[in-house]
Each structure stands twice: as structure tokens, then as C-alpha cells.
């Protein structure tokens, strides 16, 4: 590929990745005030999209194959409980992490 | 480029109070600190796309551009397959479209937060990544900080990491010592530790509950490759079918 046709498949992904992120502001732009069912989706999704991504993240963990995601389960508990313990995001992922890398080299 | 006097900063917005540095000091260290959890997976994310685009046959440039312009994760992953395997325009904003389709919905519970950000608000939209959003979208800023300025230096440092990542990997390539294995961890662990923190704060956990347990049926029906646009469509779906119920009642604190 030359480098001018990459050059306009960078530029294509670039505006289409922006294009997705200001067009919700871009359709809302003309109101005062959100429409209350975007407000509401607004309180309510951020929980929700939390929750997608750690699914997400997780898709191709196995189940049915060693280590049987056990790896990946273990380190997830421990974050979570060092979250309710400690409040502090930050200690939860490094230990949560660090304790992940231990594990696949375990296991 | 950030240390703006207030006379400038006056000229490009007079609505906006001037960041003077007295502000930007009273924010740089609070978003720093929320922004470190991103630092090790992006500078290692980056490396790992900086490697695979120089692997297909562009330098370092390429990665600048697109970590700088795109900046969108999986996004870039797939994009150097686009680039190796002489992809359509048709094909590159298709697949862009698939990819990148969640981002509507991080914007579209960002409206009301993001509304009078002024000054800020283009860089915001802009950067709004899986992980800023994770980090932003609790809406808590800290406490004698410009909510809008911290906002920017949170997604501005997760860039940083970002580019410095994609920019180390393409100059120094498969030469790295790589004892990083599972680091990539910290991506899942951010994401269980921000889910973990909104479950303990939040009083209503039906929204949590239709995020986790909707994509996991969508995972087990429409397997790995396809599961996310309707796994998005159904948690709208329901969360809209639940309005009545959960509208009002405090589902955020």
C-alpha cells in the first residue's frame, strides 16, 4: 500500500472514532435543557458499561481448558475485596496485577 | 503548552474564569494520581500496537499519528491489520463503525457532565477512552479543583501514556525485554476495581446487575467476536423497559 492510501485510511478511522464520540453531543448540541430519557440513560449506564467491560475484557478467558480461567478469577476476587477494604483503586489494580503475573507463571 | 497566562486564556474564552496557575496546580496532582492506575496498562497496550505496526512496515511517525488522531485502543489493533492487508475505505470505516459503536454510548452518558466544560469540552469528547471513562464517569472530582480542568488533565495524562507507550514500541520493536506478561491485567483489574467502588456507593444495583448479567448472555449466545453491539442494545433496552422503576429513586448517590 502506498503511503498516501494509508495515510487516508488513518484519516478515515481517525474522523469515523470521532465522529462516534461528538455525535451525541452534536445531536443534543440545540437543547437548553437534555431530554429527560438522556439524562436518565446518563445516571443509569455508567454502572451498566462498567459491568460490559469487565465482561468484555474477560471473553476469552476459557473455561473448559487449564487453567480454567482460575488465574483470572482469583486475582478479579482479589481486587474486588482489597476495594471494599482499602477504598483506594489504586492499590486494588497494582496488587490485583501483580498478583495475576504470579499466577500465570504458577499455574 | 498548559502554562497559559490568564490574559491568554481570557482572549480564548471570556466565559471561562482564567486557569490561572494556581488552579492548574490545584488539579495537576489529584488527576495524576487518579490517572496512574491507567499508566502501566497504556504504556504496555502501546507498546504492544507500536510493535505490530512497525512489524507491518510503518515507523514511528505512523504511530505517533495514530495514537495522537485516533486514539482508540482494540481500534488501533485493528487498524494495522486494516493497513497490512490493503483494506477498502468502504471496509475502514465499516469496521471502525463495529469497533469503535460503544463510544456513542460513553458520550451519551457524558451529555449533562460534559455540557459546560467549555474550553475543554472538544479535547474531552475527544479522549473519551474505555479506561478515561471508567476513571471520569463517577463524576466525583476532587475538592477545590475546576471539576472541567481536572477532567482534561485525567484524559490528557491517559494520552500521554497512550502515545509514550505506541512510540517506545515502534522505535525499539521485538528488542524489548519483555517479562510483562499478564500486565495487561491492569486493564481487567481497573475495570473490576471502578464496578467494585460504583456497587459500594450506589444504593439501586439493578444497572450494574443489567450490565454484567445482559452482556454475559449475550457473550454465551452470540459468542466472543460479535457479542458487544448486542450486548449495548440490550442493556439499553432493558434499562429503557426499567425506567419506570428505577428513574428517580437514586440509582447514583
Known amino acids: ?106 499455574f | 503548552m498548559l502554562y497559559w497566562t490568564a490574559k491568554e ?77 490493503g483494506a477498502s475505505v468502504l471496509t475502514a470505516i465499516l469496521t471502525t463503525v463495529m469497533v ?23 479535547y474531552l469528547i475527544f479522549a473519551l477512552t474505555d479506561e478515561t471513562y471508567s476513571l471520569l464517569c463517577d463524576g466525583e472530582t476532587p475538592a477545590g479543583a475546576d471539576p472541567d480542568l481536572y477532567r482534561f488533565l485525567v484524559s490528557a495524562f491517559d494520552q500521554c501514556y497512550w502515545v509514550t507507550g505506541s512510540v517506545l514500541g515502534n522505535v525499539l520493536g521485538a528488542a524489548l525485554p519483555f517479562g510483562t506478561e499478564g500486565i495487561e491485567f491492569s486493564m481487567t483489574a481497573l475495570f473490576i476495581a471502578s464496578f467494585t467502588q460504583q456497587w459500594i456507593t450506589s444504593r439501586d444495583h439493578v444497572p450494574a446487575l443489567v450490565g454484567l448479567l445482559g452482556t454475559l448472555v449475550c457473550l454465551a449466545l452470540f459468542g466472543s467476536e460479535n457479542f458487544l453491539i448486542p450486548a449495548m442494545l440490550a442493556i439499553t433496552l432493558i434499562l429503557t423497559a426499567l425506567r419506570p422503576r428505577l428513574a428517580g429513586k437514586g440509582a447514583t448517590p
Open chain 2, 100 to 122: 469503535n459503536a460503544r463510544h456513542l454510548f460513553y458520550s451519551i452518558s457524558m451529555i449533562d457532565r460534559y455540557r459546560d466544560a467549555g474550553r475543554y469540552k472538544p
Open chain 1, 1 to 106: 500500500m502506498t503511503s498516501s492510501r494509508a495515510a487516508v485510511l488513518v484519516a478515515v478511522m481517525a474522523a469515523v472514532t470521532a465522529l462516534l464520540r461528538f455525535l451525541p453531543f452534536l445531536i443534543f448540541r440545540g437543547e437548553r435543557k437534555t431530554p429527560a430519557y438522556i439524562s436518565y440513560l446518563g445516571q443509569v449506564l455508567p454502572q451498566a458499561i462498567i459491568g460490559m467491560l469487565v465482561i468484555y475484557c474477560l471473553k476469552d478467558v476459557s473455561l473448559t481448558a487449564a487453567p480454567f480461567g482460575l488465574p483470572e478469577l482469583i486475582a478479579a476476587a482479589a481486587v474486588v475485596l482489597l476495594q471494599i477494604w482499602r477504598r483506594s483503586s489504586l492499590v486494588s489494580i497494582l496488587s490485583g496485577t501483580a498478583l495475576y503475573m504470579l499466577l500465570i507463571r504458577l
Open chain 2, 9 to 85: 486564556v481570557y482572549a480564548m474564552d471570556p466565559d471561562k474564569t482564567p486557569a490561572a496557575p494556581a488552579a492548574l496546580r490545584a488539579a495537576i496532582k489529584p488527576a495524576f494520581l487518579r490517572s496512574v492506575p491507567v499508566m502501566a496498562g497504556y504504556i504496555v497496550l502501546g507498546i504492544g500496537f507500536g510493535i505490530l505496526l512497525r512489524g507491518a512496515g510503518y515507523g514511528v511517525l505512523w504511530s505517533l499519528a495514530m495514537s495522537a488522531l485516533i486514539y482508540a485502543g482494540s481500534m488501533q489493533y485493528v487498524g494495522v491489520s486494516l493497513l497490512a492487508g
